[in-house]
Structure formats: C-alpha cells, structure tokens
C-alpha cells in the first residue's frame, strides 16, 4: 500500500514537472513571435507539441485526448475539411515550393495541433493559469518589442540589416517593417486595455504607464491598418458595454482619443498619413485587389495554393486582404469553410464571453487591409485567440464534473 502512495505521489510530481516545463516552452514562443528571421518560435511550438504526445503516451492519457477530441469535435472537423483543400489545392496546381508546403504546414501541425496541446494541457490541470499566463507572456513579448522601437528613436539602432525603423519613416523594432511593427503595438495595447478591465479597483499607474507607451509605439509606427485595429476595437467595445462601463473606463478611453489627436496636430508626419487614410490612399492595395480578383476567377474552386501569390502580376507577395488571401489559396471551397469557422468562433464567444467579440471584430478588421494569412504573426495570435475562447469549453465541462470552475473570462 505504501508503494502504490509512493508511486502515485512520484507520478503526480512528474506531471506538474511536465506542466512547469510545457509553461516554460510556451513562454519561449510566445516571446519569439515577433522576432523577425528568428526560428525559435517555429522550433519551440514543435518541442510543445512532442512533449504532449510524449505526456500522452507516458502516462497513459490517450483517453483523455480522444475526449478533448470529442469535445472540440465540430473545430475538428472543420480544420480537418480546411486542411484537405489546402492540400488538394497544392496537388491540382502541382506545387513543389517549400516555401508554400511550409505554409500547409504551419496551419495544420504548428498552429492547429498547437492549440489542441494548449487546451488539453489545460484540461489536464497542469496549465490551470494558462490563461493568465499566456496574457502576461504576451504583453511581456510585444512590451519588449516596444523597448526595441524606443531604442531606434534614441539610439538609432538596426536590428534588421537593410531595415531601419526611425520617427520619421515609422519604427520597425525586431520585426520586417512598421506595419508589422504597428500590428504587435496595437495588440500590446488592447491586452492592456483588457488588463486594465479586469481590475475593480482603481487603474495601477504601471498598466496606465504602459498603455500610453503602447499607443506611442502604435502611433509612430506609422501604420494605418493597425490604427484602424485599435479604433475598431474601441467602438465595438463601447458600442457592446456602454451601459455597464464604469467611470474609469470612460476617462482611459477619453484619454487615448486625446492622446491621438494631440499627436496627429502636433505631428506633420502624423498628421499626413492620416489625412492620405481618410482621402481614400490605399498604398496600391486597390490595384492588388483588382488584380487579386480576376486571378480567382480564373481558379474558383481551389484557387492556386497556399503561398503562392504572384508577385510578378500584383506587384504584393500577399493580397493584404484576408478575404481574397482565402479566395486566391484555397478557393471558394476552402473559402466556404474558413465563413463555417469565423461563425463558429464568433457562435461560442456569444455563448461564453462577449468581452471577446471586439478583438474578434479589430482583428478580421485589419486583416482586410494588411499581413499574410498563413504569417506567423497571424497564425500565432489566431491560436493564442481560440485558446482564450474555446478554452471555456473546458470549465464549463469541468464544472458540470464538480471541479471548481475558472473565472477568469467572467467581466460583465
């Protein structure tokens, strides 16, 4: 009898060492998201993915994953069905690209398996924090790639040969260029924002400090697709919860409108690439579209491929719109799947938590306007985004067992 305590003792201490190191992979990926020609985000998300299968199979979890399956059974089902156009697409058009299969394959076993890992860990209890965890990793990760905006102001430094970020020509940080810069800012800002939201008490002048510090970075990153982010996401947030925002949500957003018209006057730079934002300048983005347009109609059914975009004819090596970026991969057949999932997800934050509903609106938002779907900036936000929704599933299943139920979602 004492053997049997002692080995289940020892078994339970290996599983919570099983879950300090899944937090400590995941914290290394989510920290290398925005990093620019660096392959430890890739590689951290395939070591997280091999440490569920061996936690599967080690302690004999397989029932337990075939249940989180069984749950999540109609998203299955779907990325399933989305995978195979991607993969018939790839045959009909007869492409031998790694480039292109890389893209295949960061959709279907870097991102899709990853979070089925992220919510059976979770399910698990060994990743009970998980999502507060995940929201601090990632304001950590997008508040250091702020520091490296901050350090082009001050220090000229390049972090990227042959890019360089400065107030004038908008700040790159780590990453490619600004409006990749501007996409990690406008997210830094809105998880604050949601930060701050939770709080019942009085706004800590840490998380004020560092919204402003977002919103500057946002700002002289010079791009508008991620501004249009954070006002989207600020109309349907009041438009949602007018009724039950409180004094200080009302001044913080008062604030940011302040701080924003204070820059856009005082700033000629500013000032110019709103005023081309509101007289219509889509930065050749129509001519793209145009373009984009009657190239899917040539493939209707499963368009061309994933990452396959013709830059010699567009001129864009993505159609910076997610609609046509769909259309032109997988056709109308991968199209009609990907409208299935977008219902889906916006299905179950109605069911679960509408706090969600005005990311889910900014974010299609700027996709129409900027950033390659099968991206790792992209695809990485989408997973950490579904996690943070259908991970509800999992209370809710829990709770119904008896266990104590998560409540970290609950606002309103």
């Given at each position: 009898?004492?053997?049997?305590?002692?080995?289940?003792?020892?078994?339970?201490?290996?599983?919570?060492?099983?879950?300090?190191?899944?937090?400590?992979?995941?914290?290394?990926?989510?920290?290398?998201?925005?990093?620019?020609?660096?392959?430890?985000?890739?590689?951290?998300?395939?070591?997280?993915?091999?440490?569920?299968?061996?936690?599967?199979?080690?302690?004999?979890?397989?029932?337990?994953?075939?249940?989180?399956?069984?749950?999540?059974?109609?998203?299955?089902?779907?990325?399933?069905?989305?995978?195979?156009?991607?993969?018939?697409?790839?045959?009909?058009?007869?492409?031998?690209?790694?480039?292109?299969?890389?893209?295949?394959?960061?959709?279907?076993?870097?991102?899709?398996?990853?979070?089925?890992?992220?919510?059976?860990?979770?399910?698990?209890?060994?990743?009970?924090?998980?999502?507060?965890?995940?929201?601090?990793?990632?304001?950590?990760?997008?508040?250091?790639?702020?520091?490296?905006?901050?350090?082009?102001?001050?220090?000229?430094?390049?972090?990227?040969?042959?890019?360089?970020?400065?107030?004038?020509?908008?700040?790159?940080?780590?990453?490619?260029?600004?409006?990749?810069?501007?996409?990690?800012?406008?997210?830094?800002?809105?998880?604050?924002?949601?930060?701050?939201?939770?709080?019942?008490?009085?706004?800590?002048?840490?998380?004020?400090?560092?919204?402003?510090?977002?919103?500057?970075?946002?700002?002289?990153s010079y791009s508008r697709a991620s501004w249009v982010f954070v006002f989207a996401f600020m109309l349907s947030y009041t438009a949602l919860f007018f009724k039950q925002m409180?004094?200080?949500?009302?001044?913080?957003?008062?604030?940011?409108?302040?701080?924003?018209?204070?820059?856009?006057?005082?700033?000629?730079?500013?000032?110019?690439?709103?005023?081309?934002?509101?007289?219509?300048?889509?930065?050749?983005?129509?001519?793209?579209?145009?373009?984009?347009?009657?190239?899917?109609?040539?493939?209707?059914?499963?368009?061309?491929?994933?990452?396959?975009?013709?830059?010699?004819?567009?001129?864009?090596?993505?159609?910076?719109?997610?609609?046509?970026?769909?259309?032109?991969?997988?056709?109308?057949?991968?199209?009609?799947?990907?409208?299935?999932?977008?219902?889906?997800?916006?299905?179950?934050?109605?069911?679960?938590?509408?706090?969600?509903?005005?990311?889910?609106?900014?974010?299609?938002?700027?996709?129409?306007?900027?950033?390659?779907?099968?991206?790792?900036?992209?695809?990485?936000?989408?997973?950490?985004?579904?996690?943070?929704?259908?991970?509800?599933?999992?209370?809710?299943?829990?709770?119904?067992?008896?266990?104590?139920?998560?409540?970290?979602?609950?606002?309103?």
């Amino acid at each position: 009898m004492r053997i049997r305590l002692r080995a289940l003792k020892e078994t339970s201490h290996v599983k919570i060492l099983f879950g300090h190191f899944f937090a400590t992979v995941l914290f290394a990926a989510i920290l290398s998201i925005p990093l620019a020609n660096v392959q430890i985000y890739p590689k951290a998300m395939v070591v997280l993915i091999l440490l569920t299968c061996l936690y599967i199979f080690s302690f004999k979890r397989v029932h337990a994953f075939l249940n989180i399956l069984l749950l999540y059974k109609d998203l299955v089902i779907l990325i399933a069905t989305l995978s195979a156009c991607m993969i018939a697409s790839m045959f009909l058009n007869r492409i031998t690209s790694s480039y292109s299969w890389d893209g295949v394959y960061q959709v279907i076993f870097i991102h899709f398996f990853g979070l089925l890992a992220l919510l059976f860990f979770y399910r698990e209890g060994l990743f009970e924090r998980g999502k507060k965890l995940i929201l601090f990793f990632m304001i950590l990760s997008f508040g250091i790639e702020l520091i490296s905006g901050f350090a082009q102001i001050f220090f000229q430094l390049n972090f990227i040969k042959g890019i360089f970020g400065s107030l004038q020509d908008g700040l790159t940080g780590t990453t490619i260029n600004r409006n990749i810069f501007g996409f990690y800012m406008a997210f830094g800002t809105v998880l604050v924002f949601f930060k701050i939201m939770k709080l019942q008490k009085a706004i800590k002048m840490r998380y004020l400090v560092l919204q402003i510090l977002f919103l500057v970075g946002l700002l002289f990153s010079y791009s508008r697709a991620s501004w249009v982010f954070v006002f989207a996401f600020m109309l349907s947030y009041t438009a949602l919860f007018f009724k039950q925002m409180r004094q200080k949500d009302i001044l913080l957003f008062l604030s940011v409108f302040f701080l924003f018209a204070i820059a856009f006057v005082f700033s000629d730079a500013l000032g110019d690439r709103f005023s081309s934002m509101i007289e219509g300048d889509s930065s050749n983005r129509f001519e793209i579209w145009q373009t984009t347009i009657q190239l899917i109609k040539q493939k209707l059914l499963l368009g061309y491929g994933v990452r396959n975009f013709d830059f010699e004819i567009t001129g864009a090596y993505f159609p910076h719109n997610f609609i046509l970026d769909i259309l032109y991969s997988v056709g109308i057949l991968g199209f009609s799947v990907s409208v299935v999932l977008l219902i889906l997800t916006y299905k179950e934050i109605i069911k679960t938590n509408l706090i969600y509903l005005p990311l889910f609106f900014s974010f299609f938002a700027i996709m129409q306007f900027d950033h390659d779907i099968t991206s790792r900036r992209a695809l990485s936000m989408l997973m950490l985004f579904a996690f943070f929704i259908f991970s509800k599933r999992v209370d809710i299943s829990d709770a119904k067992r008896g266990k104590s139920y998560n409540n970290f979602d609950i606002k309103y």
